[in-house]
């Protein structure tokens, strides 16, 4: 079984409207990365959280972990065109604070329709 | 502040043949590693360095796939022989590393696709 569970896999939303991605896992996440992935290219850091609790925003997106550092949310206010692609969590399951060591998700696709 | 380079970006060879794909970090990132994405996954780490030290390559498929980071700033990942199921792309990605308490960000590259027939 995955260590890291995103949910929904694809999502199609209307431009304008907001949406939200979740990144679940049965173990502690000592450090948890969004990235954001375009076809044919590579990963693109959004945010990273390591506090339970923390919350971050960059423009229209902001993702929040959990208290219990066990799921993260990924939430994008009135989307845009430029929102598609594919959105990955990431996380080090091992404590290696300063040494990190990355899980993924399977990925979340999204697409934005006018 | 450049990125982390990759090459080639696509590569199409037949099953049993070699590839190899170099990967140049960020300028001062000590950690360098290679993950493998096949499609519709996430990526799968194979190898972590350490400036020129392995710190985890307990997922690199050793009968086949090597790596090496001899001077501690580039790296090579070379495939031989190729399998069909070896068909993917290939990330490089970088950080630094401070061995505290705090996390870093690790930077991705563009990515090498291998496409094995």
């Known amino acids: 079984s995955q260590e890291l569970e995103q949910s929904p896999q694809s999502l199609i939303v209307q431009e304008g409207k907001n949406l939200t991605i979740n990144c679940t896992s049965s173990?502690?996440?000592?450090?948890l990365y969004w990235y954001k992935q375009k076809y044919g290219e590579g990963l693109i850091f959004l945010m990273m959280l390591q506090k339970g609790g923390e919350e971050k925003s960059h423009e229209k997106i902001t993702a929040k972990l959990d208290e219990k550092k066990q799921q993260s949310s990924l939430h994008i206010t009135a989307s845009q065109p430029s929102h598609a692609g594919i959105y990955l969590c990431g996380a080090d399951i091992g404590s290696n604070f300063g040494n990190e060591k990355l899980t993924f998700g399977t990925g979340t696709r999204l697409t934005i329709i006018p | 502040e450049a990125g982390v380079a990759q090459s080639p970006r696509y590569k199409i060879i037949e099953k049993r043949q070699s590839v190899a794909f170099w990967c140049n970090p960020i300028?001062?990132?000590?950690?360098l590693y290679w993950y493998q994405q096949i499609l519709g996954q996430g990526p799968k780490l194979l190898i972590q360095f350490q400036n020129n030290g392995v710190v985890d390559d307990s997922q690199l498929p050793k009968d086949r796939f090597s790596a090496e980071r001899l001077k501690g700033v580039d790296s090579t990942l070379k495939i031989q022989p190729a399998k069909l199921e070896d068909s993917a792309v290939y990330l490089c990605a970088s950080s630094l590393w401070t061995g505290g308490d705090t996390g870093n960000t690790i930077y991705f590259g563009e990515g090498s696709w291998l496409t094995v027939v």
């Open positions: 173990k502690t996440l000592y450090g």
């Open positions: 300028s001062g990132h000590a950690t």
